[in-house]
């Protein structure tokens, strides 16, 4: 697998660009702060550090939506998983487009192909361009998401990031936003609610394993992971994506992923349940839309 590494100081990342852009490894003073990517041919964008949520974040409901008039079914992407999800970015090899001493730059370009784009496509029925910039500055790594939209109409666009911070079983974390979007049965969202203290995060805590996947609305754009063995904290901070997605998986997973986004999930359909902040952008032709985030690490007493 081809990557492409830089080091500042203690910081050191390394990306593998044709596996999705994932992040394969992010360390600061030899500490993996990101869940490094397994060293095995057949290891997957989503067993890696970080990957990219482009076009949308999260799930679309059965692939389906409607838009501008027009109806559309996106092929299934995640085995038989019945909703699309995390759009086809993460799918796609990225191309280097800029290396500096303290930066790396991917590029990726989705063309539509031969498909009726009013009726269905494989991945996503409007053409963008896509650039992903990594930067390393003291102690932390910063990354701007910037889509461009190719199509000569306005289109629906959501960004995200999706950091996997490892060793859950040793950690601490802290999160806070105003409300959560509860998913039924069917993992799809259904009701904005008051968030119930069982995913109360305002105060550090311990990630419950098992314990949620869901996306919380207002989020204050700042949270933090914190490993108390090795009194080392990473303060994850997003002026732009208003809204996380806390993920905790079951303790076989060993993992805890807070992903900042610019909407609630399956927001295509729901609207953001009449809240435009929570839902998608319209983005005029020409036009571009960018969200960051930056993960800062130090030592603490």
Known sequence: ?????????????????????TVRRFTWHGHDILRPLPDS??????????????PYSNRIAH?????????????RNFGDHPHTIHGNAW??????SGLGEDFIELTMLHSVDGTDAATQCAAWPWPYRVVQRFTLRDDELHISLRYHNLAAVT????LGFHPYFPRASEAEIQFTAEHVVLNGED????????????WDYRH?????????????AHWDGKAAVR??????????SSSDATHAILFIPPADRDFVAIEPVSHINDAINNHGFGDPSCAMHSLPAGAAFEITMSIKVCFYD
């Open 63 to 75: 692939g389906q939506f409607e838009f501008s008039g027009h109806a559309y079914q996106l092929a």
């Open 187 to 198: 993992a799809l969202p259904h009701a904005v609610s008051a968030i119930p203290e069982r």
């Open 155 to 158: 289109v629906p666009v959501g």
């Open 227 to 236: 490993w108390p063995n090795e009194r080392i904290m990473a303060t994850i």
């Open 204 to 216: 550090w805590r311990r990630p419950q394993a098992g314990s949620v996947d869901n996306c919380f």
């Open 1 to 21: 697998m081809e990557t492409i590494s830089r080091q500042k100081g203690p910081l050191y990342l390394e990306l593998a660009p044709a596996l999705g852009g």
């Open 41 to 54: 041919t057949s290891a997957t964008v989503n067993q890696g550090g970080s990957f990219a949520l482009v």
């Open 91 to 96: 799918q796609n090899p990225w191309q280097l």
